[in-house]
């Protein structure tokens, strides 16, 4: 089974940026689709983007779309999620894990298995 680590979180102010990195310990991870989703407290986990095994396609939440920028590196078994322009309410644990199905739509967590231990992004005003 392929584990994935997210770091890269972090306290940042409003505005600012942080690039995160999910790490997976198994070269299999280049044919898979890979998601990045993210959790506040008291709230339901929540799609912010995906991309494709290749790296060409990627598909953003409208939260997301115009300031996150997903890539991958299958060289480094890495993807990572770019955060610019962040605001308060982008403060959630960040998780990236691995598609396994295609039964639901790619915004879907059940298509999705292999969580990290995710990383704390904070933004402040």
């Known amino acids: 089974q392929v584990q994935l680590v997210e770091s890269g979180g972090g306290l940042v102010q409003a505005g600012g940026s942080l690039r995160l990195s999910c790490a997976a310990s198994e070269r299999t991870f280049s044919s898979y689709a890979m998601g990045w989703f993210r959790q506040a407290p008291g709230k339901e986990r929540e799609f912010v983007g995906s991309?494709?095994?290749?790296?060409?396609?990627?598909y953003y939440a409208d939260s997301a779309k115009g300031r996150f920028t997903i890539s991958r590196d299958n060289a480094k078994n890495t993807v990572y999620l770019q955060m610019n322009s962040l605001k308060p309410e982008d403060t959630a644990v960040y998780y990236c894990?691995?598609?396994?199905?295609?039964?639901?739509?790619?915004?879907?967590?059940?298509?999705?298995?292999?969580w990290g231990q995710g990383t704390q992004v904070t933004v402040s005003s």
């Open positions: 894990a691995r598609r396994i199905s295609s039964r639901w739509s790619n915004v879907d967590p059940r298509s999705y298995d292999n």
């Open positions: 991309i494709d095994w290749s790296g060409i396609n990627t």
